[in-house]
């Protein structure tokens, strides 16, 4: 079974700190993904990765930044938290081979910026 | 760019009664279209995935969907609900380019609500 895990289920911080949210998975999948969540909005991409130290930029990659220093592990950075970043997080994983596209998914973070 | 749409923020079913959720895409080339079900405080699990092929597609909870792209739809069915199927319903579809996929585009789901 693929394992996509985040480090924290629930967050808390105040507005101006420096956030991280790590996300590992364990099935060797080249790509790997940050979402958010917001009620009414779904899901929207903030960042993506295709390889270590590859980056690409989301549909809402303000206010972010992300790290990919090995291949299981993708975090994602707010480097000033802001209360309009209090959101559910979603961390995703896929398999490059052509034809499947499916991500898998980890819990969830949820974090709340004061 | 790709996008999607679900018209419908919420739906109430009797149990027992058949269910289908609307969703239409956007895509220029041949669409991969997933619908995926999150259970409250839960990630997200995949229901099915359509590349290509057989356009009705089975998937597991009983669910199916239908990929009609004359009327670029992917709708998603099940012919007799449980109170447990009672959740968020996304469809997404995945965009890529020559590297590799470039992250799913989704709906901003149906919620999905179960009559006794």
């Known amino acids: 079974d693929v394992k996509v895990t985040q480090s924290s289920r629930y967050l808390v911080k105040r507005t101006g700190e420096k956030v991280f949210l790590e996300c590992v998975q364990d099935m060797d999948h080249e790509n790997m993904f940050w979402y958010r969540q917001d009620p009414g909005l779904g899901l929207r991409l903030i960042y993506f990765?295709?390889?270590?130290?590859?980056?690409e930029k989301g549909d809402i990659p303000e206010g972010y930044s992300v790290s990919r220093e090995k291949k299981e592990r993708f975090s994602l950075i707010l480097e000033s938290a802001s209360t309009n970043q209090t959101s559910m997080y979603l961390c995703a994983s896929s398999r490059t081979s052509l034809g499947d596209y499916e991500q898998y998914f980890g819990p969830g973070t949820r974090l709340t910026v004061t | 760019a790709q996008s999607v749409t679900q018209p419908d923020i919420h739906i109430t079913v009797s149990e027992g009664a058949s269910l289908e959720l609307r969703c239409n895409y956007s895509y220029g080339a041949t669409p991969y279209l997933f619908w995926y079900v999150q259970s409250p405080g839960q990630g997200l699990q995949l229901l099915l995935k359509y590349f290509s092929g057989d356009t009705l597609v089975q998937g597991i909870k009983g669910f199916e969907a239908e990929f009609k792209r004359s009327q670029s739809s992917f709708n998603l069915r099940k012919p007799s609900v449980h109170w447990s199927d009672a959740a968020e319903y996304f469809c997404a579809v995945a965009g890529y380019s020559g590297g590799g996929a470039d992250g799913l585009t989704f709906g901003k789901g149906t919620h999905l609500i179960i009559q006794p």
């Open positions: 990765s295709y390889d270590v130290k590859m980056k």
